[in-house]
C-alpha cells in the first residue's frame, strides 16, 4: 500500500531539503546540562548547550537524582493504567497538592505532557455555543486543543490589547454563552511576556475566563518563581494555568492544569486525554516533588540565570546582533534566512556551542532565527565563549 505514496513522501522530504528547512537531530551522551558531548549529527565532542529548557539547571541536579533513584525502590518503574482505573498512586496525589499550593491555584490535574493538559481542556469546558479567544502567536497544543472543541473561534494580534477587546466584543455580541481567553504566558519562539494584567481587566469587562499556558515561566519568572501570573500580580484572576514538568521543573516530562476546583473536577471526568492515556510515572512525579522543595530556596538559581540573560543580551547587543528585545532567558537572535541560520547553527557547534536554527513552519517565512536559551547552569565564562563563537561565526559565513 505504502508503494502508491512512497515516491510523494520523498519529494516532499526532498524539498524541506532544499529550502534549508529540514531539522536534523542531535546524539548526546550524557545527562541534560550546561555542557553535553554530541555523538551523531554534528561535531563529536563536548559543547556548550544553549538550547534546553533546562533554565534552572535541575536536569542533571544530584538531589533530584537521588529522589528519583529512591522513588523507582519505593512506587516502582510504571503504572500501566490509567487514573480511574489503577493508575493514581499517593505521590501523584502529593504532586496535585504541592502544584496546587505552589501556583496559587484550588486543584491540579497531571497529565503526561502539557501537549496533552492543552488538548484536554477545550473541548472539556467550551461547546458550540461558547467562544474562546486566542493570541496569534500562541503553542501548537493551544491551536490543536481549540480545534478538538467546537466553540467558535477567535483569534487576536500578538498582546495586541485593542485587538482583543474588538474580539470579546464580536464573541459577546455573537451571543456566546462562556468566553475563555487563552495566552502563552511567555512566547517561546520571542521570549516576549504577555501582559496579564491587561488580559485580566478586559476578562473581568466582558465576563470571561483566561487561562494562561506558563510552561517557559513556572520556576524562574516572578519573585517566588511562579510565572507570569505572579509577575504581574495577577495570580488569584486567572482561572486555568497549564504547564509543564519538562522544562524548569526538572525537565522530564509530564504536565498539568492547575484552576479553579470545579474545573479540575469536571476535567477529571470528560478529559479524553486523562482518561485514555496512562498516568505520569511516580519516579517523574515523586522527583518534581523534589524539584519543589527546592524551588523554595532557589533564589540564587533564577539570579544566576537573570545575570546570564543580561549578560548575554548586552554582549550579543553591542556585537551588532538583531535580538529580540525583552529580559526573559528565551534570547532569539534574528537572522531572516532559513539556510543561512541553519549554516550559522552548523558552524557554531564546530566551534563548540550547541544552538538550533529555527525556521518555518516553526516560525514564519523570513523570520528565521537561533533560538538561544540561557541556564542558570551556565558560568560568565560560558556566556562569552558563546558571543565570541557568534562573533566569529558570522565573520565566516559572511566570507
Same mark, same amino acid.
Given at each position: 500500500?505504502?508503494?502508491?505514496?512512497?515516491?510523494?513522501?520523498?519529494?516532499?522530504?526532498?524539498?524541506?531539503?532544499?529550502?534549508?528547512l529540514?531539522?536534523p537531530?542531535?546524539?548526546?551522551?550524557?545527562?541534560?546540562s550546561?555542557?553535553?558531548?554530541v555523538?551523531?549529527?554534528? =561535531?563529536?565532542?563536548?559543547?556548550?548547550?544553549?538550547?534546553?529548557?533546562?533554565?534552572?539547571?535541575?536536569?542533571?541536579?544530584?538531589?533530584?537524582?537521588?529522589?528519583?533513584?529512591?522513588?523507582?525502590?519505593?512506587w516502582?518503574?510504571?503504572?500501566?493504567s490509567?487514573?480511574?482505573?489503577?493508575?493514581?498512586?499517593?505521590?501523584?496525589?502529593?504532586?496535585?497538592?504541592?502544584?496546587?499550593?505552589?501556583?496559587?491555584?484550588?486543584?491540579?490535574?497531571?497529565?503526561?505532557?502539557?501537549?496533552d493538559?492543552?488538548?484536554?481542556?477545550?473541548?472539556?469546558?467550551?461547546?458550540? %455555543?461558547d467562544?474562546?479567544?486566542?493570541?496569534?502567536?500562541?503553542?501548537?497544543?493551544?491551536?490543536?486543543?481549540?480545534r478538538?472543541?467546537?466553540?467558535?473561534?477567535?483569534?487576536?494580534?500578538?498582546?495586541?490589547?485593542?485587538?482583543?477587546e474588538?474580539?470579546?466584543?464580536?464573541?459577546?455580541?455573537g451571543?456566546?454563552?462562556?468566553?475563555?481567553?487563552?495566552?502563552?504566558?511567555?512566547?517561546s519562539?520571542?521570549g516576549?511576556?504577555?501582559?496579564?494584567?491587561?488580559?485580566?481587566?478586559?476578562?473581568?469587562?466582558?465576563?470571561?475566563?483566561?487561562?494562561?499556558?506558563d510552561?517557559?515561566?513556572?520556576?524562574?519568572?516572578?519573585?517566588?518563581?511562579?510565572?507570569?501570573?505572579?509577575?504581574?500580580?495577577?495570580?488569584?484572576?486567572?482561572?486555568?494555568?497549564?504547564?509543564?514538568?519538562?522544562?524548569a521543573?526538572?525537565?522530564?516530562?509530564?504536565?498539568?492544569?492547575?484552576?479553579?476546583?470545579?474545573? &479540575?473536577?469536571?476535567?477529571?471526568? =470528560?478529559?479524553?486525554?486523562?482518561?485514555?492515556?496512562?498516568?505520569l510515572?511516580?519516579?517523574?512525579?515523586?522527583?518534581?516533588?523534589?524539584?519543589?522543595?527546592l524551588?523554595?530556596?532557589?533564589?540564587?538559581?533564577?539570579?544566576k540565570?537573570?545575570?546570564?540573560t543580561?549578560?548575554?543580551?548586552?554582549?550579543?547587543?553591542? %556585537?551588532?546582533?538583531?535580538?529580540?528585545?525583552?529580559?526573559?532567558a528565551?534570547?532569539? &537572535?534574528?537572522?531572516?534566512?532559513?539556510? %543561512?541560520a541553519?549554516?550559522?547553527?552548523?558552524?557554531?557547534?564546530?566551534?563548540? &556551542?550547541?544552538?538550533?536554527?529555527?525556521?518555518?513552519?516553526?516560525?514564519?517565512?523570513?523570520?528565521?532565527?537561533?533560538?538561544?536559551?540561557?541556564?542558570?547552569?551556565?558560568?560568565?565564562?560560558?556566556?562569552?565563549?558563546?558571543?565570541?563563537?557568534?562573533?566569529?561565526?558570522?565573520? %565566516?559565513?559572511?566570507?
Amino acid at each position: 500500500m505504502f508503494d502508491s505514496v512512497r515516491d510523494d513522501v520523498r519529494a516532499t522530504l526532498e524539498e524541506i531539503r532544499a529550502a534549508g528547512l529540514h531539522k536534523p537531530e542531535r546524539v548526546i551522551g550524557t545527562p541534560q546540562s550546561a555542557t553535553v558531548e554530541v555523538t551523531a549529527g554534528g =561535531r563529536p565532542g563536548e559543547v556548550l548547550n544553549f538550547c534546553a529548557n533546562n533554565y534552572l539547571g535541575l536536569a542533571d541536579h544530584p538531589e533530584v537524582v537521588t529522589a528519583a533513584h529512591a522513588a523507582l525502590d519505593r512506587w516502582g518503574y510504571g503504572m500501566a493504567s490509567v487514573r480511574f482505573i489503577c493508575g493514581t498512586q499517593e505521590v501523584h496525589k502529593e504532586l496535585e497538592a504541592r502544584l496546587s499550593a505552589f501556583l496559587g491555584q484550588e486543584d491540579t490535574i497531571l497529565y503526561s505532557s502539557c501537549f496533552d493538559a492543552n488538548g484536554g481542556v477545550f473541548e472539556t469546558l467550551l461547546g458550540a %455555543e461558547d467562544a474562546v479567544i486566542s493570541d496569534a502567536l500562541n503553542h501548537a497544543s493551544i491551536i490543536d486543543g481549540i480545534r478538538l472543541s467546537k466553540a467558535r473561534r477567535f483569534r487576536y494580534a500578538n498582546r495586541d490589547m485593542a485587538d482583543l477587546e474588538q474580539q470579546l466584543k464580536e464573541a459577546t455580541e455573537g451571543g456566546a454563552r462562556r468566553k475563555l481567553i487563552v495566552t502563552d504566558g511567555v512566547f517561546s519562539m520571542d521570549g516576549y511576556v504577555a501582559p496579564l494584567a491587561d488580559i485580566c481587566d478586559l476578562a473581568e469587562r466582558y465576563d470571561a475566563m483566561v487561562m494562561v499556558d506558563d510552561s517557559h515561566a513556572v520556576g524562574f519568572v516572578g519573585a517566588g518563581g511562579r510565572g507570569t501570573p505572579e509577575l504581574h500580580g495577577v495570580m488569584d484572576r486567572v482561572d486555568i494555568i497549564t504547564g509543564t514538568l519538562g522544562k524548569a521543573l526538572g525537565g522530564a516530562s509530564g504536565g498539568y492544569v492547575a484552576a479553579r476546583a470545579e474545573i &479540575v473536577a469536571l476535567l477529571r471526568q =470528560r478529559s479524553r486525554p486523562y482518561l485514555f492515556s496512562n498516568t505520569l510515572a511516580p519516579v517523574i512525579a515523586a522527583a518534581s516533588l523534589k524539584v519543589l522543595d527546592l524551588l523554595e530556596s532557589a533564589g540564587d538559581l533564577r539570579d544566576k540565570l537573570n545575570a546570564n540573560t543580561a549578560l548575554f543580551r548586552s554582549r550579543m547587543t553591542d %556585537e551588532g546582533f538583531d535580538i529580540l528585545p525583552g529580559d526573559h532567558a528565551i534570547a532569539p &537572535v534574528m537572522i531572516g534566512d532559513a539556510a %543561512e541560520a541553519g549554516k550559522m547553527a552548523e558552524l557554531l557547534l564546530e566551534r563548540g &556551542v550547541y544552538v538550533i536554527g529555527f525556521s518555518y513552519p516553526v516560525v514564519p517565512q523570513g523570520q528565521a532565527r537561533i533560538r538561544v536559551q540561557l541556564s542558570a547552569a551556565h558560568s560568565t565564562e560560558d556566556v562569552n565563549r558563546a558571543v565570541d563563537a557568534f562573533v566569529a561565526a558570522r565573520a %565566516e559565513l559572511r566570507g
